[in-house]
C-alpha cells in the first residue's frame, strides 16, 4: 500500500538515504536540538538541489549580501523538504521541538510563529472571535489586535490603562477595570468571547494577571495575554510570578527573539486549559502564517529553548543582577529618574530613564546618548527612555550607558524643568463604526484641521511603541490632534497614517 504524506515524512524523519549511505535522523548529534540536528545534517549532504529557494544553499547568493553575512545562513536556508517536517501538520522535529518548548514554558501546546507576536495576537483573537462577539481590550494593546479584530469582525470594550502622568507612561490593567466591563456588558445583555491584556508593557509593567485570570474564568471567558516582552519571566525567581502561564492565561503570545535568543521575527504561543479550541487555534495559524516559513526561524526557536533549558532556574540571575546595579547607579545622577511603581509590578530587567528633569525630552537625550556614545535604546518616550537588559548585556555596556547618562546630567542642568508636554490621559473618542467596519468603508483626505468630528479612516499610531492613538471607526477629537501635534514637535514620527506630515487625514464617508 502506498504511504500518505505524512506517513513517507515520519519515515523520512526517521533515516536518509544518500548516496547508498544510510543516516539516523538523530544524526548521532546529542550536541543540538532536535530542529537544530535536522537542518544542519540536511545542509550537510551533498545533494543534487532541485528545490526552492532559488539561491540553491546558497550556489547563487547574491555577493552583496553573502559578502556581508557568508554563505552559511543560504547553505542552511532550506524549503520545506520532507525531512525538516510541515509546521502546519509535524510530525518530526517540529513536533519534538514544539513538545519540548511546550514543557519549559508549562504550556498544554506550543506553536511556533514564523510571523512574529504580530501573527499570534491575530490567530488568537480570531479563534475566540466571530463576527459581532465582544472583545474586552485594554487601550494601549498592540496594533496587531486591532487588526486581528478587522479579521475577527470582534468589537472592543476598551479598558483604558493606570497613566502615569509625570512619566507620561501608560501602565497595567487592574482587576475592578476588568470586573467592571464584564459587568457593563452584562447590563446590556452581552458576554465578552475573550479577555485581551498586554502584560508585561514595552516599559516592563506587569498587571495582576492572577486575579484577572480567575475573574475571567469564574465567567467562562478565556484570557489571551500579549506576553511579547516576557518570554524570559518564568526564569528567575524575581520574574515567575509575572508569568502569564502560571497566572492562569489560556493564551500567551511571546516574542522569544526579543529577551531570549531566537532570530528577529521568531515567536511562539502557547496554549493553557480547556477554554480555547485547539482546533481554532490550529486553523487560524495556517490562515496567518506563510506556506513557506523560515526554517532559520525555525531552528532560532528550538535553539532558544534548548539555550534556555541548560540553567532555567539561574540563566537570567546574571542579567538581573546587572540590571539591578545598574538602576542603583543611574538613581544617584542628578537629575536622572529610574522608573518605579509601588501599583504595579516592573520587569526588573527594563531600565525606564526619566530625563524631564534636565530640561530636555527623551528624544532629546536619546540623540545625544546615540550620537556621542554609541548606546542605542530600544524605546524613546517623550520624557524616557527604555533600556531593556538582557543576556547578552554585560557590565561594559552598563559602564557606557551610566557614562552618557552622567554626561547629560552635567550637560543639561537644567533649572527649567521639561513642563511643556501635553500628557495624554484619555482619548475621549466615541466609536462610530466597527475596525471591520471602518477598514472596508469609503474614504477620503480632510486636512488635518479640518478632521475634528469625522470618522478616522486610518490607523494613527505614534512610534515608538506602536500603540494606536486613534483606531479606524472612532471619532476624530480636538484631543488626540493636539497631542499628535506635540509628539511630533518633540521627534517621535507617526506610522499607520497616509500622510506622514500629518497635513491631511484619512477619513470615513457614507
Given at each position: 500500500m502506498?504511504?500518505?504524506?505524512?506517513?513517507?515524512?515520519?519515515h523520512?524523519?526517521k533515516?536518509?538515504?544518500v548516496n547508498?549511505?544510510?543516516?539516523?535522523s538523530?544524526?548521532?548529534?546529542?550536541?543540538?536540538p532536535?530542529?537544530?540536528?535536522t537542518l544542519?545534517?540536511?545542509?550537510e549532504q551533498?545533494?543534487a538541489g532541485f528545490?526552492?529557494?532559488?539561491h540553491?544553499?546558497?550556489?547563487?547568493a547574491?555577493?552583496?549580501?553573502?559578502s556581508?553575512?557568508g554563505?552559511?545562513p543560504?547553505?542552511?536556508?532550506?524549503?520545506?523538504?520532507p525531512e525538516?517536517d510541515?509546521?502546519?501538520?509535524p510530525k518530526?522535529?517540529?513536533?519534538d521541538?514544539q513538545?519540548?518548548?511546550?514543557?519549559?514554558?508549562?504550556?498544554?501546546?506550543?506553536?511556533?510563529?514564523?510571523?512574529?507576536?504580530?501573527?499570534?495576537?491575530q490567530?488568537?483573537?480570531?479563534?475566540t472571535?466571530?463576527?459581532?462577539?465582544t472583545?474586552?481590550i485594554?487601550?494601549n494593546?498592540h496594533?496587531?489586535?486591532?487588526?486581528?479584530?478587522?479579521?475577527?469582525?470582534?468589537?472592543p470594550?476598551?479598558?483604558?490603562p493606570?497613566y502615569?502622568?509625570?512619566w507620561?507612561?501608560a501602565?497595567?490593567?487592574?482587576?475592578?477595570?476588568?470586573e467592571?466591563?464584564?459587568k457593563?456588558l452584562?447590563?446590556?445583555?452581552?458576554?465578552?468571547?475573550?479577555?485581551f491584556?498586554?502584560?508585561?508593557?514595552y516599559?516592563?509593567?506587569?498587571?495582576?494577571?492572577?486575579?484577572?485570570?480567575?475573574?475571567?474564568?469564574?465567567h467562562?471567558?478565556?484570557?489571551?495575554v500579549d506576553?511579547a516582552?516576557?518570554a524570559?519571566?518564568?526564569?528567575?525567581?524575581?520574574l515567575?510570578?509575572?508569568?502569564a502561564l502560571l497566572q492562569?492565561?489560556d493564551?500567551?503570545?511571546?516574542?522569544?527573539?526579543k529577551v531570549?535568543?531566537?532570530l528577529?521575527?521568531?515567536?511562539?504561543l502557547h496554549?493553557?486549559?480547556?477554554?480555547?479550541?485547539?482546533?481554532?487555534?490550529?486553523?487560524?495559524?495556517?490562515?496567518?502564517?506563510s506556506?513557506?516559513?523560515?526554517?532559520?526561524?525555525?531552528?532560532?526557536?528550538?535553539?532558544a529553548?534548548?539555550q534556555i533549558?541548560?540553567?532555567?532556574e539561574t540563566?537570567f540571575?546574571?542579567?538581573?543582577?546587572?540590571?539591578m546595579e545598574?538602576k542603583?547607579?543611574?538613581?544617584?545622577?542628578p537629575?536622572i529618574?529610574?522608573l518605579?511603581?509601588s501599583?504595579f509590578?516592573i520587569?526588573?530587567?527594563?531600565i525606564?530613564?526619566?530625563?524631564w528633569k534636565?530640561?530636555i525630552?527623551?528624544f532629546?537625550a536619546?540623540?545625544?546618548?546615540?550620537?556621542?556614545?554609541?548606546?542605542i535604546?530600544e524605546?524613546?518616550g517623550?520624557r524616557s527612555?527604555?533600556?531593556?537588559?538582557n543576556l547578552?548585556t554585560?557590565?561594559d555596556?552598563?559602564i557606557r550607558?551610566?557614562?552618557g547618562?552622567?554626561?547629560?546630567?552635567q550637560r543639561?542642568?537644567?533649572?527649567?524643568v521639561?513642563?511643556?508636554i501635553?500628557p495624554?490621559?484619555?482619548?475621549?473618542t466615541?466609536?462610530?463604526?466597527?475596525?471591520?467596519?471602518?477598514f472596508f468603508?469609503s474614504?477620503?483626505?480632510?486636512?488635518?484641521?479640518?478632521?475634528?468630528?469625522?470618522?478616522?479612516?486610518?490607523?494613527?499610531?505614534?512610534?515608538?511603541p506602536?500603540i494606536?492613538?486613534l483606531m479606524?471607526?472612532?471619532?476624530i477629537?480636538?484631543?488626540a490632534?493636539?497631542?499628535l501635534?506635540?509628539?511630533k514637535s518633540?521627534?517621535c514620527?507617526?506610522?499607520?497614517v497616509d500622510?506622514?506630515?500629518?497635513?491631511?487625514?484619512?477619513?470615513?464617508?457614507s
Open positions: 502506498p504511504w500518505n504524506k505524512h506517513e513517507k515524512m515520519r523520512l524523519y533515516k536518509k538515504h547508498g549511505n544510510t543516516v539516523n538523530n544524526f548521532q548529534d546529542s550536541e543540538h532536535p530542529l537544530v540536528r544542519k545534517a540536511l545542509a551533498n545533494v528545490h526552492f529557494p532559488g540553491n544553499r546558497g550556489r547563487a547574491p555577493s552583496s549580501l553573502s556581508v553575512i554563505l552559511k543560504f547553505i542552511h536556508d532550506l524549503s520545506t523538504i525538516l510541515n509546521l502546519f501538520a518530526g522535529p517540529i513536533l521541538a513538545k519540548q518548548a511546550a514543557k519549559l514554558f508549562g504550556a498544554k501546546e506550543t506553536w511556533f510563529l514564523v510571523g512574529g507576536t504580530t501573527c499570534g495576537i490567530a488568537s483573537i480570531l479563534a472571535c466571530s463576527p459581532g462577539d472583545l474586552i485594554q487601550r494593546s496594533k496587531s489586535a486591532f487588526s486581528g479584530m478587522v479579521l475577527s469582525g470582534a468589537i470594550k476598551y479598558i483604558n493606570e502615569d502622568f509625570e507620561d507612561i501602565g497595567g490593567i487592574t482587576t475592578s477595570q476588568v467592571n466591563a464584564i457593563e452584562d447590563i446590556e445583555g452581552q458576554k465578552a468571547s475573550a479577555v491584556i498586554t502584560s508585561p508593557t516599559h516592563g509593567i506587569c498587571s495582576d494577571l492572577e486575579a484577572i485570570s480567575v475573574l475571567c474564568h469564574s467562562n471567558i478565556p484570557l489571551i506576553e516582552h516576557g524570559h519571566l518564568r526564569f528567575h525567581k524575581r515567575l510570578h509575572n508569568s492562569g492565561a493564551i500567551s503570545i511571546q516574542s522569544t527573539h531570549l535568543g531566537a528577529t521575527q521568531s515567536s511562539m496554549l493553557s486549559g480547556t477554554i480555547v479550541d485547539r482546533e481554532r487555534i490550529c486553523k487560524c495559524l495556517e490562515t496567518l502564517q506556506t513557506s516559513p523560515s526554517y532559520l526561524l525555525l531552528a532560532s526557536l528550538d535553539a529553548r534548548a533549558s541548560e540553567q532555567p540563566i540571575n546574571k542579567p538581573v543582577e546587572i540590571a545598574a542603583s547607579l543611574i538613581d544617584r545622577i537629575g529618574r529610574v518605579d511603581s501599583t509590578e520587569d526588573p530587567l527594563r525606564t530613564v526619566g530625563v534636565l530640561g525630552s527623551g532629546e536619546y540623540g545625544i546618548l546615540d550620537k556621542d556614545f554609541g548606546v535604546a524605546l524613546t517623550t527612555i527604555t533600556f531593556p537588559v547578552g554585560t557590565r555596556d552598563i550607558l551610566v557614562s547618562l552622567k554626561h547629560l546630567s543639561h542642568n537644567s533649572t527649567q521639561i513642563n511643556d501635553q495624554l490621559t484619555e482619548t475621549n466615541s466609536m462610530r463604526l466597527s475596525p471591520r467596519d471602518a468603508a474614504k477620503k483626505k480632510v486636512r488635518f484641521e479640518k478632521s475634528i468630528g469625522k470618522v478616522c479612516g486610518e490607523l494613527v499610531c505614534p512610534y515608538p506602536g494606536p492613538l479606524p471607526g472612532e471619532v477629537t480636538e484631543e490632534l493636539r497631542y501635534i506635540d509628539l518633540k521627534g514620527f507617526v506610522i499607520g500622510d506622514s506630515t500629518l497635513s491631511t487625514m484619512v477619513v470615513c464617508y
